[in-house]
Structures are given as C-alpha cells and as structure tokens.
C-alpha cells in the first residue's frame, strides 16, 4: 500500500483517499463493502471508477461528499479535498465542500431534477445559496450555465419544466447545476447510463470539452469500459469492494494483469464482422456475494489462474509498470 | 436505458432494517390480541357467571374481586358479559371483513385486467358503492332486514366490499404492465389463469393491509348499530350493546358503560399497531 | 437430452432449417399511440399528437437465421416485436407465420402461435412471477401447452434447467433468490419449455453486468445451435447485435432505415444515422476516439412527410423534407431509407436484383 501511494500521491493531490474502508453496521452480518481503499486524483485528471453490481465503485464515489446511504459507515480511513479533512468536517464545511468544490452527477436524469420546479430556478437556487449571488446575477449565470452545457435557446429554456426537456438535456443540466459553482472536482456517477447511445456521445463530448476549458478534475463512474476508456486518463477496476488493477486507459486495454480485468475486457463484445466472432471469452460464476467473501482474494472462486495461495493474498497494489499497478501476485508476467 | 441490478446482499440489509422499530408496536399489538382471543375462546370457563344471569339484589354493584367489572342495572356481571361479547365481536367483526374481500379482489382485479366496458361497469358500480356514507347505507340494509344481527352482518359486507375491488384495481391496472404478466400472455395462458395464478397471489398484499382499519371501523359500526339498538338485540351481550344499557346510569354506575367501551378501544388500538406492522412489511408495491 | 424436447425442426414444414420459405413476414406493420388528444383534434381530424410507434415496418425471418433489430429509444423496436406475437395490437398491416395469418388467428390458433414464437423480456426483477417458484414456472408453462414429457415434472424441469446451465436445485427457489443472470436463465427455460421454433429476445441482456451478458449471448449462441432456433434479437447496443447476429435492422423512429446483413451493414453502413451509431458506440479500445457526426439534439414528433431523421441528418437536402424515402436497394442484400445516399459505392447500381429483405 505504502508503495501505491508513495508513487501516485503528492502533497497537491486534489482528493486522496487512504485506507477507506466502509461498512454496514455488523448487526446481522458484517457488509463490508470498500475494504481499506487507496485513491487518488491529480487536478484535471479524469479517473474512471470499472466494476460491476457489488464492487463498490458507486460507493466510493459517494464516500467523497459522504452521501452515503443511512445503514452505511465509515469505520476507517481518510479522505483529504484540497487539503481539508472530508470525513471529519462539520456540517458547514462539508456544505461548503459540496457547494463549491465537488459537483455531482447522478445517473437517473428523471429523478435527479425536481419535476415541479423550472429548471433556470434549480439552476439559481444552487448559485444564489452557494455562491451567494443576487438572483439577478444568478439568472444571468444561469442562462450562461445551460448555453455552456449546449443547451439551445437557453434564455428561453430557462423557464421550461424538467418534463419538457429530453433525457439528454436533462442530463446536460444536471452538469450545468453541478458546475455552476465552478467546483474543481466532478463526481459523475454513471451519467450516461440511462440515455440513448447517440446522446451519451455528446455528453461525453460535453464532458470532455468543460475538462478542457476548466480544467475540471472528475471522477467518472461506470459499468461500461468503453465509456471510461474513452474519457478517463487513469482507472480504477474494482471487485467486491477492492481496487484490483490501477492504470492509464491504454494500459488496462491492452496489457490489462489482474486476471477480472483481463476477464472483463475479453468477455465485452466487440462490432467485428461474424466470421471473426466466436464465443465469447467468460468469467465463470456469479457476481460476488458481499456478506460471504472467501478469504484472501475475492475473486479465487471464478479466477482460472487460482492457486492455494490465493487465500492469503492481502490484495495490496503493487506495481508492474510505471502508473500501473495490480493486487494479483501471480498474473504479472 | 440500462438499469444496473442491486447486490441482493445491500436488498436484505435494507429490509431488515426496516423491520426493527416496527417490532415493538407490533409485538405488543400482537400479544394484545392473542389475549383478547384468549378470552374470546375461554369465555365460558373463564366467566364466574353466565353472561344473561340476572341478580337484582346485586344490581349496580362498583367493580370488586367478585365482580371484576361491577354488575348492571339487573345484577348481571358485566365482566362476563363483556367477555362473551369479545367473542361475539371478533367472529362477527372478522367475517363481515374477510368473507367479502375475496369478492372484492377479485371483482376489481377482472375489472383492471380486461380494462374497456367492463372495468367501465365494474368501476361505476364500485364508486357508488364507495360513495354511499359507510353508516346510511348499513343503517337502510338494516331497515330493509329488520333490526337484528343478520342485518347488520349483511349491512356491513354490502358497504366494505367495495374498497377492495378498489384497491385490487389499481394495483392490477399497474401490475398488467409488468413484464412477468405480459409473459402470461405471449406464453398463451388462458384469462383464467392468467388472473387467478399469476395476478391475484401479488395483488392481496395491499388489501390485506387496508383490512386492518377495515376491521376496526366495522368494529365500531357494529358497536355502534347496537347502541343504536338496530344491530344486536338484547340480551345477547355486544360490547356496543353493553355500552348502552349502562348509559342511563353513567353519573352512578359509570362501570357499565365506560369499561367495556374501553375494551373497545384497546381492541382497535391492538389492531391497528399489529396491522401497521404488517403494512410496513408488506406495504408499497406488490412483488 | 433432445428426446424429451421438442425441437423446432419438428414443428412444421415452414421450419425446417433447409426451406427457404421464410418463416415469419411482417409487411406494412403500423402501430400509432394517441396522446393528448383533444375534441377538436379529432373534429378536425388533425394528425398532430398521434405517435406512430411503428410506421410501415416490413422484414422477413429465414428459419435458422438470427435478425437483429437495433435501435434506441422510440425506435419501435420493441414495439414491432410485440406486434409479432400480438402482445401489442398492430392497427394495419399484415404478419404471416409460417403461412398462418397471424392478426386473424384467434383461440388455439392463437395459443399455439405464441406458443411457437417465445419471448424473453429485459428486466430479470420483473419478467418472473414473484411468487411462483422456478420450477412451478416451468412445468406450467409444459402443462398449458401439453408438451410430451411435462407429465414427468423433475425430468421435464431439471432438463430445462439443465439446457440453461442451471443446477436442478435452482426449482424450489423463488426468483428473488436468484441473480439477474439466472433470473434471465429462468425466462430462457420458461421459454423453451414449450418448445418454440422462434425465441424473440427483447433487450434480453441490457440490464446484465457484463461478465453475465457474455455468459448469456454464450448461451444463445449454444441454444441455437443445439436446437436450431430461430431468432431475433432486440437491442440498442450493436456490439451484442454483432456478436448474435445474422442480419440487422436498424429502426428508427418507427421505421426501418437500413436492412442488411450483419457483415455488410456494420462494415459499409449506407445511411446516415446507422453511421452514427457505429460512430457513437464507445469503443473499449482507448485509441479508436468516438467521432460525432450529427448535429442537433432535439428530434421532431411531428414529421410526418419527408424523412425522420432529416433534422439531425449533416447530410439533410431538400428532398428529403418533401419524400419520405422507401427502402431501396443498396447493395449486396442490403436496402437502406434514405435518398441522397452520401455514402454509396462508386459504380453501384440501383437495380441490383439480389436483395432479400
């Protein structure tokens, strides 16, 4: 861990996190669904969160503005914002975190925005309570917000309803409201998940362009490698509450190590033409079960390289390559 | 347009969770009521007397260890009246709430599955029903009937029937669109089965849970008929009965009328924490 | 194993893996959805606030062959398959199933189509009935349909389960016990219990985890071969039409706008907007950057004349406000919606006869 850390952290990380680990209350078994997690992210740097149902991603991402769910609870860890303690902060500091530092995109566009408010409204409510802005100068922001987002017309789709606007303009303001305030870290946890594929392009594209104007350090949350391949600069491909692989995007497709990693990226189908298609490569089993996780590696029951040994591995990250590290001891090759 | 499965693990937590502060209440619920049927069924070995035994020498006696209620206004102990009259209300109570609800699931599950003219009639039907004043309409099948408990029993299934088909409806009208239901009918299963297999076993969870304040306020209907004097008809002891004989001597004798009227209320009380526990368990959408 | 089952090769002249009679054909399917609409709409006879869900839809399905139908939202995709099995009521058109028209059967006729074209559904939560146990699920639907071995309930059901890749003691769960992929297994043998020559599945992998999608799309693959199923496959994503699919059908707002087959269409896509797709589709493969090639982002209900795709189309002439185009021959086997064609072949013409649509 020591090692992980010492060659991705410096003293102007954006956020850190060291030693995360969190836990549902041990009453009737203990979950623990991010054991002892250790991340971090440059400013301006785009690191994906990979994984699937279990792995933790999505909690991860929550832990940093803790919004975690009620039954939910940090028992170890720490995460530093700029500097200042996130875990321990008090109710106005964390507001302030949350208000002007971190911005946050969900995944469900139809819930996320408030149906019986206008959206210019939504937009103005964060500026004026944040920022503290006159409202004429939060209208005026507002307006600049949306038409930032490639939202047309905005002047007048200020006043429109959540409803009358598709899921891919919902969506692109939920990105207008999460960087109004000019946070210098976005959590987007699955933002595209929901929408046509069509649509998740030109929010990725929106993504990409509002990194490349602001300088905006994110968090990209997601199932999908293709999306995070595509916009992230590092990746985190997690399993069952651990960081398994950690590397730069090209790294993880093509010299991908920890043997999930290598199962997921095999198991994802490709558009090749159909004489080149076969079966696809497959992870074998089911997705973990957090209250019964084997000891040593989670993923021993359904690895194809699984030795004895696996069951005191201590999943620690150790480095194969520069940037690129992996908590399996015996895939490096 | 992808919706990412929930770990079943972070499923169970959250229920279970859920279940605990309920617990209390309706534990306590509970056990209220397997007292009260306790007594119900051990009536008449638990009773010192019967329940119609008249005594005028000890006619309006205060509560004492002989007579744990005091006696009325004819030396009957009340305590033994009250306790045949448990009996009487919880059977005649739980009928006229569960024999009508099956009819009513299912009359408003046929309505929401096949929708068009015949949800048309059904709905039309049920919302008179609904709208009728729940009293008026028991009191007018009792006027039809003759004062009694027979009226009174009809009276009261003719006016709660209709909730249930309401609620049957609504829930089957939502539950036509999920895919398990659709899949009744690209496999080609009958109506029939379709209806009685597949959408009535998810659509009694809600009616179940509405029945608990259905019981309790037939509970008070029928006590209130026969306060009236047009449900039970004297001498048979109901506790609304009960209630009235000893109204004219409320300043006096205020045991007659007030401690079975309290009875009352902790049997309502009773049902309803023991229903909210299963509403919380059971309640939202079905499946 | 196959003994107990019946497989789609028995089921009738019209199935057999060498007959090249189609086995399903679908012409001039229409499906139009009514929303807000007010007194005087109707009065007028105004076409505004009608939705064609699915407006003109024409294929046919080869037995043994795999269509696959892609598309994203409002595409109609799952509502012309729907129409198929009348699951949905089509309000023109015809569908033909192995000669027997399929909108005038009624009764058993009825029954014992559907009881041939089978559908497995997207959501793994809601596609099974909550409470009935797995192996209940499965013997009734080989009860209802009399299925020759459905009187010998373990056999009948462990056999199902067994073609899944299930263990037999998955039949005394309840499906919430079960994971979404097994959920879908569930379906998949509920499906094949009553012996279908055609499965139709309707975005049957979209809501899986990805190690779980593979294992499925394994697993049809398996299925087709051991049984000689026919199938189409609903989805939005074309890397899984890739993986399944023979031939692809990419719809549209209601509409087919490109047909062809799979190796033809992904390699030399003819129309605009399957252009888009293929571009949009995010690549695992960090080095092959997404490429945007349209414009705007609201997409019109109202278009009645002229070709739909016009106000997102870079590649939009005047022609296509005024006509909107039918599919025409583009290729080998391949017929595509759209006018201009930006994209044609150098020296292709028109009139190539071989096209199967």
């Known amino acids: 861990m020591a090692d992980h850390l010492s060659k991705t952290t410096t003293p102007h990380d ?26 971090t992210v440059a400013p301006g740097e785009t690191v994906g969160l990979v994984g699937e149902s279990g792995s933790g991603k999505t909690m991860t991402a929550r832990s940093v503005i803790r919004l975690l769910p009620p039954t939910a609870r940090v028992t170890r860890g720490e995460i530093r914002f700029e500097g200042e303690d996130v875990l321990s902060a008090d109710s106005e500091e964390l507001r302030r975190i949350r208000a002007n530092g971190i911005g946050t995109v969900f995944q469900d566009p139809y819930s996320s925005l408030n149906p019986v408010a206008r959206i210019g409204d939504q937009i103005t409510e964060v500026l004026r309570l944040n920022l503290g802005l006159e409202q004429g100068e939060a209208e005026a922001r507002a307006v600049e917000a949306l038409e930032h987002v490639g939202i047309p017309s905005a002047k007048k789709r200020v ?30 946890d699955e933002p595209t998940t929901a929408l046509d594929v069509t649509t998740q392009a030109q929010i990725l594209a929106l993504l990409k362009r509002l990194r490349e104007e602001t300088g905006l350090a994110t968090i990209l949350v997601s199932h999908d490698f293709g999306v995070i391949n595509q916009t992230c600069d590092t990746v985190a491909v997690m399993y069952a509450g651990y960081i398994v692989e950690h590397a730069p995007v090209r790294r993880i497709y093509a010299h991908a190590q920890h043997p999930y990693t290598l199962g997921l990226v095999h198991s994802i189908p490709d558009i090749v033409p159909p004489d080149r298609r076969g079966h696809l490569s497959t992870i074998a089993g089911q997705p973990p079960d957090l209250s019964s996780l084997p000891d040593g590696c989670p993923f021993k029951p359904r690895c194809s390289l699984a030795k004895p040994e696996c069951s005191q591995v201590d999943m620690t990250l150790e480095a194969v390559a520069e940037r690129h590290f992996t908590a399996c001891p015996f895939a490096r090759n | 347009m992808a919706t990412l499965p929930m770990s079943p693990t972070l499923r169970r937590i959250r229920l279970s969770h859920l279940f605990r502060p309920a617990n209390l209440s309706a534990a306590v619920g509970a056990t209220i009521l397997l007292v009260l049927v306790a007594a119900a069924v051990l009536a008449p070995l638990i009773a010192r007397y019967p329940p119609n035994h008249i005594d005028i020498l000890h006619a309006l006696q205060p509560p004492s260890w002989a007579h744990p209620m005091g006696t009325d206004h004819v030396g009957r102990d009340v305590f033994s009246r009250v306790l045949y009259a448990i009996r009487l209300d919880i059977v005649v109570v739980l009928f006229v709430t569960y024999f009508p609800l099956p009819f009513g699931i299912l009359i408003g599950t046929v309505a929401g599955y096949f929708g068009g003219p015949t949800d048309a009639v059904i709905s039309r039907i049920v919302d008179v029903d609904i709208a009728f004043p729940f009293l008026v309409l028991v009191i007018a099948v009792v006027a039809i009937m003759g004062p009694g408990l027979s009226g009174a029993i009809v009276g009261i299934m003719v006016g709660g029937w209709a909730m249930y088909a309401r609620l049957a409806r609504g ?7 999920k895919q398990f239901m659709l899949a009744t009918k690209a496999m080609g299963y009958s109506h029939s089965r379709s209806i009685i297999r597949h959408a009535l076993p998810n659509l009694v969870r809600s009616s179940v849970v509405f029945s608990a304040s259905d019981v309790v306020i037939n509970l008070l209907v029928l006590a209130g008929l026969s306060y009236l004097g047009l449900g039970v008809q004297p001498p048979t002891p109901e506790l609304g009965a009960i209630v009235a004989s000893g109204q004219p001597y409320l300043l006096t004798a205020w045991w007659i009328a007030t401690l079975p009227g309290l009875v009352l209320v902790i049997i309502g009380v009773a049902v309803s924490m023991a229903g909210d526990a299963v509403g919380d368990r059971w309640g939202g959408s079905s499946g | 194993m196959g003994a107990q089952l019946q497989t789609a090769s028995e089921n009738g002249p019209g199935s057999t893996a060498d007959s090249p009679r189609p086995l399903l054909i679908a012409e001039g399917v229409r499906k139009t959805y009514v929303f807000r609409r007010t007194l005087m709409d109707r009065v007028r006879r105004s076409e505004t606030n009608l939705l064609a869900a699915v407006d003109d839809v024409s294929f046919t399905l080869t037995s043994g062959e795999t269509l696959g139908i892609a598309g994203e939202s409002g595409s109609g995709k799952t509502t012309i398959v729907r129409c198929l099995i009348r699951l949905v009521e089509p309000d023109s058109g015809s569908i033909t199933f192995d000669g027997i028209d399929v909108r005038a059967a009624s009764g058993s006729a009825l ?3 559907r009881r041939r074209m089978q559908m497995v559904f997207q959501d793994p939560h809601a596609s099974l009935n909550p409470r009935l146990k797995v192996g209940a699920c499965i013997i009734e639907a080989g009860r209802v349909h009399k299925r020759p071995g459905a009187s010998n309930r373990d056999v009948f059901v ?15 769960k309840y499906p919430r016990e079960l994971s979404g992929g097994q959920r879908q297994r569930v379906a998949i043998a509920r499906a094949l219990a009553v012996g279908p020559d055609v499965l139709i599945a309707d975005e049957a992998v979209s809501a899986l985890d990805v190690s779980v999608q593979a294992q499925l799309l394994n697993l049809f693959e398996d299925l087709k071969r051991e049984l000689g199923l026919t199938m189409i496959f609903v989805a939005h994503q074309l890397s899984v039409i890739a993986q399944t699919a023979d031939r692809v059908a990419i719809m549209f707002l209601g ?4 047909l062809g087959p799979v190796s033809v269409v992904f390699r030399d896509p003819q129309h605009p907007y399957t252009r888009a797709l293929l571009a949009a589709h995010p690549q695992p493969n960090p080095d092959q950057r997404l490429k945007i090639e349209f414009q705007g982002t609201s997409v019109g209900l109202d278009v009645k004349r ?14 296509c406000e005024q006509e909107t185009p039918p599919l025409a021959p583009a290729g080998p086997r391949q017929v595509v919606a759209c006018i201009p064609r930006p994209f044609a072949r150098v020296g292709q013409d028109a009139s190539e006869a071989d096209v199967v649509r």
């Open chain 1, 14 to 39: 954006l956020l850190s996190i060291r030693g995360l680990r969190v836990e549902f209350p041990p009453e009737w078994a203990p979950i623990v669904a991010i054991h002892d997690l250790n991340l």
């Open chain 1, 159 to 188: 006043r429109s309803y959540p409803h009358e606007l598709s899921g891919g303009q919902r969506q692109r303001v939920m990105f207008a409201m999460a960087t109004a305030a000019r946070p210098r870290l976005l959590l987007a």
């Open chain 2, 171 to 177: 829930e089957m009208l939502v539950l036509r669109e």
């Open chain 3, 111 to 113: 029954r014992d189509i």
């Open chain 3, 158 to 172: 462990s056999q199902l389960l067994e073609l899944v890749n299930l263990p037999s003691s998955v039949a005394e």
């Open chain 3, 255 to 258: 509409r087919i706008i490109e």
């Open chain 3, 306 to 319: 002229g070709c739909q795709y016009r106000l997102r189309c870079p590649y939009a002439e005047e022609v």
